[in-house]
């Protein structure tokens, strides 16, 4: 549950109720004026990031819960859950801390489609071996050239990890989610307190977005855990290039300031 308070001067803190025991900084907002291409005033509400990002805060404590429940590094893990804790890949030891603190939550994984589950995990899993990524290579060299393939590296070696974090994000969240169409149609301000969606709305995006998250996750940790001749930018890389994030989406910024028009209603 988001709620604000009131800290003077004209600004807002955000928070976010998660639980009983987590409660996350969401930032704070302000009302502001920016100027239309018009050249004509507009009443705006800038929020600005916390810190450390609520990403950040959830990671933290996950690891305080995985220390204090003395989790053994080698116990079953539920990939469900760690769908639902996070739908961001990391650099491969803050996944590891990830995937291991997951499991401590207090919550249920969605119901998902076995079929559909063990396809994708079979499909990202194919290219888990130096052996079996060579071949990957060579295909797309053989099919779409190897200027492309080049400029694919190129464009994606400076961060890989965030390069597939973004795709996932993309792919899973942004356009088989179905939150594209609950927020398409005629724009309005609306209350940064008012719920904009319905609780099945919500429960079906996160169910949707679990069932390419999950296995995903699963088959990313195994990558990750899997000892290779490779470095983990390599292995990183033969998962991204699967995917095409927008090209104006961050590789390097942890977070970002959100520009919302209309003033308070």
């Known amino acids: 549950m988001l709620q604000v308070y009131h800290t003077g001067n004209g600004s807002f803190q955000l928070s976010v109720n998660v639980s009983d025991t987590l409660t996350l900084d969401a930032g704070w907002w302000e009302e502001t ?4 291409a018009l050249g004509k005033p507009l009443p705006c509400r800038l929020i600005h990031p ?4 609520m990403y950040d805060q959830v990671l933290r404590h996950l690891e305080m819960i995985s220390y204090k429940a003395r989790i053994p590094p080698e116990s ?3 990939f469900g859950e760690i769908a639902l804790a996070t739908i961001a890949v990391c650099d491969d030891s803050h996944f590891r801390k990830m995937v291991k603190a997951a499991q401590t939550l207090p919550m249920l994984p969605p119901l998902l489609d076995e079929r559909t589950n063990d396809k994708l995990y079979r ?4 290219i888990n071996s130096a052996q079996s990524r060579q071949g990957f290579f060579a295909m797309l060299k053989e099919q779409y050239g190897e200027g492309w393939l080049e400029q694919k590296r190129a464009d994606i070696m400076p961060n890989p990890a965030r ?3 973004n795709g996932l994000i993309n792919a899973f969240w942004r356009n088989k989610s179905g939150i594209e169409d609950i927020h398409a149609g005629e724009w309005e301000a609306r209350p940064l307190l008012q719920r904009h969606i319905t609780p099945m709305q919500e429960y079906t995006i996160v169910q949707k977005v679990a069932e390419g998250i999950v296995p995903s996750m699963h088959a990313i940790y195994n990558v990750v855990n899997k000892k290779s001749e490779d470095g983990w930018e390599e292995r990183a890389l033969s998962l991204a290039i ?3 994030p927008p090209d104006y989406w961050s590789l390097t910024e942890r977070t970002a300031e959100v520009l919302l028009e209309g003033a308070e209603p």
């Open 242 to 244: 699967n995917f095409s």
């Open 50 to 53: 916390p810190e450390p990002t």
């Open 163 to 165: 390069w597939l974090a």
């Open 76 to 78: 079953q893990l539920n």
């Open 123 to 126: 499909t990202i899993s194919f």
């Open 33 to 36: 004026m920016e100027e239309t």
